[in-house]
């Protein structure tokens, strides 16, 4: 039944005519053909939607249900409408995914100018590079933002941005960090899953320590609640409250006094920041235009 519009396209022009005479000649067919209509809607549903009276269309109470009903179809189906018209004229939506220190901190930036560039959309969503990564591979996005390369024969990297990891804490940090004065902090962790994680599990695996020997407060996923964590912590406290962090992240806290960073003494924790797309779409104008724009932006800091 809700698969042939046609049908209650008739009951909404009878509706709208108050007459099947009308509502037939606005429909281009005969008056007869839209009873029978009328009726097959009816014994579909097995009772009566209208009923004939001098002044006009009368609906029943099931009638009226059934108007709601189509009501609500009909404004389904013209947004499907102007879906299918954005296809028509390549009109779309270009979907990005990145991780979260590059989707809520570095990409927002751009989004408009790639807008822009692309005359269409763009929509963008955080997660882990490796859930980017599987979204890109299932055709659910079109260009991936990651931190970490995870290779795929089917998926081109290009090197993008560089990164570098710090030290992090509201209170003043001696610039250069000694192994020894790591323990004298309280901490936030990553995840295990994260890239950053698994970067500074590698540092301190060469300074023979690990994160078992701190005093670790909590392990969150999301950069955005670690620093607001560390900016709300105790400014006066005896410990200072220190984790790690992208410099994207926290860039703009430094600048403004709000956050101190700091770096392992002969220890720099750098990274690449990576663009992913399918090979299949190699030669595709809308990826290769937002790559490319992405690629001129190499010089942030």
């Known amino acids: 039944m809700l698969r042939d519009f046609a049908k209650l396209q008739t009951f909404m022009m009878v509706i709208k005519e108050k007459s099947f005479s009308k509502a037939s000649a ?3 067919i005969s008056q007869p053909a839209v009873t029978q209509q009328i009726k097959y809607i009816e014994d579909y549903l097995d009772t009566k939607v209208v009923q004939r009276k001098k002044n006009g269309i009368l609906l029943t109470k099931e009638g009226e249900d059934l108007y709601r009903i ?3 179809l009909e404004k389904c189906i013209q947004n499907s409408e102007k879906e299918l018209l954005k296809i028509i004229n390549k009109e779309f939506t270009f979907v990005i ?5 590059i989707g809520n901190y ?3 930036n751009y989004l408009n100018e790639i807008k822009k560039r692309i005359g269409n959309e763009v929509y963008m969503h955080t997660g882990f590079s490796q859930e980017i990564i599987d979204e890109l591979e299932d055709r659910k996005i079109d260009l991936g933002l990651i931190e970490s390369p995870i290779f795929h024969d089917d998926i081109y990297y290009r090197e993008w941005l560089d990164d570098e990891l710090v030290f992090f804490s509201n209170q003043p940090l001696p610039r250069q960090l000694k192994a020894e004065d790591l323990s004298n902090f309280d901490w936030i962790c990553r995840d295990e899953a994260s890239h950053t994680r698994r970067l500074v599990a590698e540092v301190f695996e060469e300074l023979e320590i690990t994160c078992s020997d701190f005093n670790v ?3 969150l ?3 955005t609640s670690i620093k607001e964590t560390i900016i709300n912590s105790d400014k ?9 962090m992208s410099r994207h992240v926290i860039k703009n806290e430094v600048k403004e006094g709000r956050l101190f960073e700091a770096r392992i003494k002969g220890h720099k924790i750098e990274r690449k920041l990576y663009i992913a797309y399918l090979k299949e779409r190699k030669h595709d104008a809308f990826v290769n235009n937002v790559v490319n ?3 001129s932006l190499n010089k942030i800091s």
């Open 236 to 244: 006066n406290a005896e410990r200072p409250l220190v984790s790690v």
């Open 106 to 108: 570095i990409l927002p």
């Open 221 to 223: 996923t999301s950069p």
């Open 26 to 28: 606005k429909l281009g």
């Open 217 to 219: 407060l909590g392990v």
């Open 97 to 101: 995914g990145a991780s979260y220190a």
């Open 293 to 295: 724009y992405l690629l």
């Open 70 to 72: 189509v009501q609500k």
